[in-house]
């Protein structure tokens, strides 16, 4: 990815911004006519579909894929998902032929591979069924990792050794991203319930974390809200509205982020997450992915 390109990409993405399209908390299509706008990374908003999206899956254990079951994982046919492993600088083809494909991501550097599949595919086939088009996923995820705070399992802070990896996997790839999808905060959740979460030094690391993601990638983010974790614990519910009104807030006033699923705070009651209450199952993963996929597609409002 050459620095010029960047930093076109980069300026198309605040040109976009000017003309309606960026905004805070979209989880439909975009404000702008057919062909006015760019999202940032390349593939026109409105207009007719590309044939290919790139696609940056971050965030920490629920990204990754945590002990989940790729036996019941969506179902993708050939030429909808592939995905860059940066180990040995390949793509691979991620289908149902070989169920072990399923097992998203790589260990690689301080990256993580998922344990026993992960959201990706569920996300790649609805989006092939909005768009036609198919995804390239790049996979940054690692457990543990907060978006500001670092439980001793990294953090998503500009500089830190997890962020460094994961942008070198992503320029590695020489791949022209589309867009980011990051979901995480349960780490930050976990820090929320106690005293030592201050709300304003939240917001400014999530704030860091977009700009080093969309300054360095010329794509916009689009977060996935951290679900009701934790409830067996005092204080987790209420943790839990804390870190989603933060990066609400945040992601408001930011023109290159959005919001894009939310409806994800009855998993628990529905039966959807583990009884630790903290990580997605299978069958969460599959409709996460989804509904972000499906939201994604409306959000390029490309004509298939």
Same mark, same amino acid.
């Given at each position: 990815?050459?620095?010029?390109?960047?930093?076109?990409?980069?300026?198309?993405?605040?040109?976009?911004?000017?003309?309606?399209? @960026?905004?805070?908390?979209?989880?439909?299509?975009?404000?702008?006519?057919?062909?006015?706008?760019?999202?940032?990374? @390349?593939?026109?908003?409105?207009?007719?579909?590309?044939?290919?999206?790139?696609?940056?899956?971050?965030?920490?254990?629920?990204?990754? *894929?945590?002990?989940?079951?790729?036996?019941?994982?969506?179902?993708?046919?050939?030429?909808?998902?592939?995905?860059?492993?940066?180990?040995?600088?390949?793509?691979?083809?991620?289908?149902?032929?070989?169920?072990?494909?399923?097992?998203?991501?790589?260990?690689?550097?301080?990256?993580?591979?998922?344990?026993?599949?992960?959201?990706?595919?569920?996300?790649?086939?609805?989006?092939?069924?909005?768009?036609?088009?198919?995804?390239?996923?790049?996979?940054?995820?690692?457990? *543990?990792?907060?978006?500001?705070?670092?439980?001793?399992?990294?953090?998503?802070?500009?500089?830190?050794?997890?962020?460094?990896?994961?942008?070198?996997?992503?320029?590695?790839?020489?791949?022209?991203?589309?867009?980011?999808?990051?979901?995480?905060?349960?780490?930050?959740?976990?820090?929320?319930? *106690?005293?030592?979460?201050?709300? @304003?030094?939240?917001?400014?690391?999530?704030?860091?974390?977009?700009?080093?993601?969309?300054?360095?990638?010329?794509?916009?983010?689009?977060?996935?809200?951290?679900?009701?974790?934790?409830?067996?614990?005092?204080?987790?519910?209420?943790?839990?509205?804390?870190?989603?009104?933060?990066?609400?807030?945040?992601?408001?006033?930011?023109?290159?982020?959005?919001?894009?699923?939310?409806?994800?705070?009855?998993?628990?009651?529905? *039966?959807?997450?583990?009884?630790?209450?903290?990580?997605?199952?299978?069958?969460?993963?599959?409709?996460?992915?989804?509904?972000?996929?499906?939201?994604?597609?409306?959000?390029?409002?490309?004509?298939?």
């Amino acid at each position: 990815m050459g620095g010029i390109n960047q930093l076109i990409r980069i300026s198309t993405s605040l040109l976009a911004v000017a003309a309606g399209c @960026g905004g805070g908390q979209q989880e439909g299509p975009s404000s702008c006519a057919a062909n006015q706008c760019s999202d940032g990374g @390349g593939s026109s908003v409105g207009g007719p579909c590309a044939e290919e999206y790139v696609v940056v899956f971050a965030g920490q254990s629920n990204m990754q *894929g945590e002990n989940t079951d790729h036996l019941t994982s969506t179902l993708v046919g050939d030429g909808i998902l592939q995905e860059y492993l940066a180990a040995d600088n390949s793509f691979r083809q991620v289908t149902s032929d070989d169920m072990e494909t399923y097992n998203t991501g790589e260990w690689h550097q301080s990256l993580a591979r998922s344990k026993t599949g992960s959201m990706i595919p569920a996300f790649a086939k609805a989006f092939n069924g909005a768009t036609g088009a198919s995804i390239t996923a790049i996979s940054t995820a690692r457990g *543990g990792a907060g978006i500001y705070y670092d439980l001793n399992l990294g953090s998503w802070r500009p500089g830190s050794s997890l962020f460094a990896d994961a942008n070198q996997k992503i320029i590695q790839s020489q791949k022209d991203v589309d867009a980011i999808v990051y979901l995480g905060g349960e780490t930050d959740v976990a820090v929320a319930k *106690g005293t030592s979460y201050v709300d @304003g030094e939240f917001k400014q690391g999530v704030q860091s974390m977009i700009d080093e993601f969309t300054d360095t990638h010329g794509a916009p983010i689009h977060f996935i809200l951290p679900s009701h974790i934790n409830a067996q614990e005092p204080n987790g519910d209420a943790a839990t509205m804390v870190v989603r009104n933060a990066i609400r807030e945040v992601v408001s006033q930011d023109g290159n982020a959005y919001v894009l699923f939310e409806d994800n705070l009855d998993f628990r009651d529905r *039966g959807l997450v583990f009884t630790d209450i903290v990580h997605y199952n299978q069958a969460g993963q599959n409709e996460i992915g989804a509904q972000a996929g499906q939201a994604l597609a409306a959000w390029f409002s490309c004509e298939k």
